[in-house]
């Protein structure tokens, strides 16, 4: 019982959450930001405003809450303004709540960027990062088109 009241809960926020992240993917994409219709973007989220074209994220991604896109940096200039650098996210990753990519990284399909990372460098496809900086964790991982494991599960662990 407790479950089916949980359950029919958490049907009722996913169908709101869904409603509220078409507007707020809509409004990024107005305002410059290079993503595809389908990225879902949680609240509190820090995109780089000074240069909105450099932040690319390609199709199924969910990008949690607090999370930091950066594609700029003010204390490396040139020609006396701030270096633009262009910050790419593969399709299908799943960005963990608080995490940061610094700009002009690129990160690969099908990756887990863990809580709290810090990403300096540039990820490869299929795996998991965390950890400041954050270093690779895991390897050979595959991610659906929700940004959901497909070879982890409660009963099997990792396979
Ligand atoms: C990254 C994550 C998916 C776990 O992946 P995993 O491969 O199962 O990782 P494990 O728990 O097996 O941990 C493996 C190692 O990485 C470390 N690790 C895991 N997540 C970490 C993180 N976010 N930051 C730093 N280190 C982390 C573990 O401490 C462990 O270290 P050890 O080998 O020295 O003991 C998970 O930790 C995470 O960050 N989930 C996101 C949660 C979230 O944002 N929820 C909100 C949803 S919107």
Redesign the pocket.
Known sequence: MKDKTLHMKFAVRTFLAKKIQFVRNLNYRLRGYDVHPSVIF?RKLHLDRLYPRGIHIKENCLI?SGVTILCHDHCKRVNNQPLLIDTYIGRNCFI??GATILPGVKIGDEV?V????VVTKEVPANC?V??NPAKI??EKIRMNDAAELMNWSQEKGWF
């Open positions: 949680e949690a963990a709540v887990i863990g809580a709290g990372a998991i965390a950890g964790i895991r």
